[in-house]
């Protein structure tokens, strides 16, 4: 029962434009998500947050957006680098509990 | 400045054999985790400890076991290594009862071939 999911396996993107990740989720108690950077060999990183009472958390060049009635969040990347070639999770909380629940995963490509 | 520390980066082991993955955080966190990651599959939890001594289990605990004899240390325990268990292993802590913030911190990973 996958309560977090992001529908697109991949992307590609070129260099210096925008990159635009989905994830979607089920249940209506998550009140703050978070988006997870993953390089290979090495563990995943936090990347951006957003509380549920917020619509956009912007930092640099990473901004989140909330669309709490689709159960929607997007991570935009603006000016995409190839540095940003990772797979990034999605993740959603009930805060106050323990537990993260993640998304499958999007591989991002920028091509130089 | 490490964090979350995975006793090792790349293991190869033979079936049927019993096979430990270590880790340990210095963040005095009480919650720690082990999750494989799989391609097309994501992040799937398998165990979970909330403090010394105490386990859950995740969402695929079959094939596995763990043990946490101290807060620090967070151990996974292949207990007879077959070839569908050859995956990207890993760990995380947090503090109990999140409310934002950077959630989880994760290990560098260990990538075990089962062979």
């Known amino acids: 029962d996958q309560q977090v999911k992001q529908n697109s396996p991949s992307l590609s993107v070129q260099e210096g434009r925008i990159s635009i990740l989905n994830c979607d989720y089920t249940n209506s108690m998550f009140d703050y998500f978070l988006w997870y950077k993953k390089y290979p060999a090495e563990g995943p990183t936090f990347l951006i947050s957003i509380s549920s009472i917020k619509d956009k958390n912007e930092d640099g060049r990473f901004t989140v957006f909330l669309n709490k009635s689709a159960k929607h969040l997007s991570l935009h990347i603006v000016p995409s680098q190839p540095g940003d070639s990772a797979v990034y999770f999605c993740a959603g909380l009930k805060t106050g509990a323990n537990n993260l629940f993640f998304g499958t995963g999007t591989r991002l490509t920028v091509i130089p | ?115």
Not at chain 2, 2 to 23: A, D, I, M, N, P
Not at chain 2, 43 to 63: N, T
């Open chain 2, 1 to 115: 400045d490490v964090k979350v520390t995975q006793s090792s980066r790349y293991l190869v082991k033979r079936t049927g054999e019993k096979v430990f993955l270590e880790c340990v955080q210095d963040m005095d966190h009480e919650n720690m985790f082990w999750y494989r990651q799989d391609p097309g599959l994501g992040l799937r939890l398998i165990y979970f400890s909330y403090d010394v001594k105490m386990k859950e289990k995740g969402d695929i605990p079959e094939g596995y076991s763990v043990s946490r004899e101290k807060k620090e240390r967070f151990s996974l325990i292949l207990e007879s290594a077959s070839t569908n268990q050859t995956s990207m292993y890993l760990c995380a802590s947090s503090i109990p009862l999140l409310t934002g913030g950077d959630g989880y911190t994760f290990g560098s990973g260990t990538r075990l071939t089962v062979v």
